[in-house]
């Protein structure tokens, strides 16, 4: 794409012409380091222009990779209003139809950038889309792009190697469309597990999520943040798993988190390896902590992202963090999305305005109000002294040097053809299906006639309940009467409460881990006219045991395609998966286990690390 700000100097220094002078400014010029040309921009800018560095909020392309001049589904204000009028230049997109049109969308909203005072460029950010989960809350399914397990399947491999490189795979795929943030990795311990966002997560196993959390931000940022990474922003701060009784703190209802086995120091270590890993960000979570003490003090009952004791004592001045605060979505103010709504996120500090709650949230520590276009009220506590124009400074700062290290100031654009070329390419598709049928993990696999169910027998007359025909390999036949098959194949969803009064409430899969009675019930009926073989998906652990009973093979899947699944239970990739989270017994097992305690209910019906082998026949050689 043609760059109308590229210039040249007389001493033939090419550079951007941001600022329309004609004149190469320090922060302007290619050859100073990032920290020189921060320092340089930041006393240039306006009070608007730094106060609008200090928001990120959803942005959604128009048709055809155009900008979008409306609001849209979720997004709040025309695209032009945002950018030219609130001087905004970060933003999470949504959905993306497909690369061309994402890279186009992309060059369109660099381009309108530029004409800002100063060309400030945006950095565009994503949660993740590289898996199955359609949530508009925390996940995009992945569409044009390549498709992946979910983070709690890629554990499931127990392969630092593999998590590395999907990272590197994302890293290029999102590049490619002008990407240039991740609002993940999610590294909170799955130590709740009623909790309805475990799926995101590397599992409940410390020193394994250790691991993956370092392969991740090295295939995204590589060792140090440049013009070829994807910055991450990890999340959730101080670690977002011990929820009480498992409920989200999206909601009113699951806005405490809680440490009855003391080991809040335990969640910290996934995020201690993400900063000497050198994330670019960090992002708390809503949860407000109940009961806990720290170095002898109660922490304030007070949502982390208001949480000066969490964020400026913990992460800044105790694990020496100097890198971006972005605050999870809408601290400040309710979203109202249709006829429903979300309240902001202010727990602990409800009975604040919208004013006091972003006092507090910035004296506190963070950088960014995630979710948040309200730039006018930023501008009023500055201008009426109850904010300092310095404390500005220091957030800008940050904000901008994350920016030059990425090399946006220097080249925001994309191409087109390059973008339609690598997303979704045949290699990383390949890539994402093979890593899908490998992270399959296998918990029972009992004999048929002397002979393990798994791998399937070639020829099997097969009946199948949740499972596209299609997805069935030659050398099997499908047929449509139980009492004709060799084998049954069901797959199910993992149980949950179904609730839908708040915005996004739907999407999350809370409440109990039990299967409903007339389910199993169908199930063993089932089991009695044909042998049974079970896969769940499992977003949460639920109770197999009925299940498991039932079953002739029992597998467990973490975002897996029902081609994958097949590939794997007829091993033509054997499935490798091991299990990152326990899977209770019972209820009430679940109910009696300490929130904070990784893999602690009572007799768990399979331990973290379960999985079996297929023993899969060798091709002879010829």
């Known amino acids: 794409m043609e760059d109308d700000a590229r210039r040249t100097t007389a001493e033939g220094i090419p550079f951007r012409d941001l600022d329309g002078d004609g004149v190469m400014a320090p922060y302007e010029d290619p050859r100073r380091s990032p920290a020189e040309r921060v320092a340089d921009l930041v006393p240039r800018l306006s009070l ?30 025309p695209t032009s209003t945002v950018v030219l009028g609130k001087h905004m230049n970060h933003f999470n997109v949504h959905a993306l139809a497909s690369a061309r049109n994402a890279a186009r969308w992309s060059n369109a909203l660099q381009l309108l950038a530029a004409d800002t005072p100063h060309g400030i460029p945006v950095t565009v950010s994503t949660d993740p889309r590289h898996a199955f989960t359609e949530n508009s809350g925390l996940s995009f399914s992945a569409g044009p792009f390549s498709q992946w397990p979910e983070s709690m399947g890629l554990a499931a491999l127990d392969d630092v190697e593999t998590i590395e490189r999907f990272a590197r795979i994302a890293r290029d795929e999102y590049r490619a469309v002008g990407i240039r943030a991740a609002l993940h990795p999610q590294i909170d311990l799955a130590t709740e597990p009623r909790w ?106 007070v949502g982390f992202g208001y949480n000066r004791r969490i964020l400026q004592g913990l992460l800044r001045d105790e694990l020496g963090y100097d890198g971006v605060i972005v605050t ?52 009023d506590l500055v201008r009426s002294g109850q904010v300092s124009e310095q404390r500005i400074d220091e957030s800008a700062a940050r904000l901008l040097l994350v920016k030059f290290q990425l090399g946006l100031f220097d080249d925001p654009y994309v191409d087109e053809d390059a973008a339609e070329a690598i997303v979704g390419s045949t290699v990383s598709r390949a890539a994402g299906a093979s890593a899908q049928a490998r992270s399959v993990t296998v918990l029972e696999n009992r004999d048929l006639g002397g002979t393990p169910v798994l791998p399937l027998r070639a020829g099997s007359a097969l009946w199948l309940e949740g499972v596209a025909p299609e997805a069935v390999p030659d050398g099997y036949t499908v047929v449509d009467d139980p009492d004709r098959a060799d084998l049954a194949i069901v797959r199910l969803a993992a149980p949950f409460d179904p609730r839908d009064d708040l915005f996004l409430e739907a999407y999350f899969h809370q409440g109990s881990l039990e299967f409903r009675p007339g389910l199993v019930a169908r199930l063993r009926a089932l089991a009695a006219r044909v042998p049974l073989v079970v896969d769940v998906a499992l977003d949460r652990p639920a109770v197999l045991t009925p299940i498991a009973e039932a079953s002739t093979a029992l597998s467990v899947t973490f975002g897996v395609s029902d081609d994958a699944l097949l590939r794997a239970l007829t091993g033509v990739t054997p499935p490798e998966g091991r299990l990152p989270v326990e899977v209770p017994r019972t209820m009430d097992a679940v109910r009696r286990s300490k929130a904070d305690v990784p893999n602690d209910t009572v007799d768990p019906l399979f331990r973290v690390g379960s999985g079996l082998r297929l023993r899969v026949p060798i091709p002879e050689r010829r």
């Open 328 to 379: 999870d979505w809408e601290l400040v103010n309710d979203n109202v999305v249709g006829s429903q709504v979300l309240p902001a996120r202010a727990w602990g500090v409800e009975h604040l305005d919208a004013a006091g709650r972003m006092r507090k949230i910035l004296d506190a520590g963070a950088d960014q109000f995630g979710g948040e276009e309200c730039t006018d009220l930023l501008l």
């Open 48 to 77: 608007e222009e730094k106060v609008g560095l200090m928001f990120q909020t959803v942005i959604e392309s128009g048709p055809d990779g155009t900008l979008l001049e409306t609001p849209g589904a979720i997004s709040k204000s």
């Open 196 to 301: 309805g966002r475990q799926l995101q997560t590397f599992g409940s196993d410390t020193d394994r999520v250790v691991a993956y959390t370092r392969a991740y931000l090295r295939g995204f940022q590589g060792e140090t943040l440049g013009p070829d990474s994807v910055a991450c922003t990890t999340k959730h701060f101080p670690g977002g798993g011990p929820q009480l009784d498992g409920e989200d703190a999206h909601f009113p209802y699951g806005r405490e988190q809680v440490y009855p086995g003391g080991m809040f120091a335990e969640h910290l270590r996934p995020f201690r390896a993400a900063i000497e890993q050198q994330t670019a960000a960090i992002m708390p979570y809503y949860g407000m902590p109940h009961g806990l003490v720290l170095d002898g003090e109660p922490v304030e009952e």
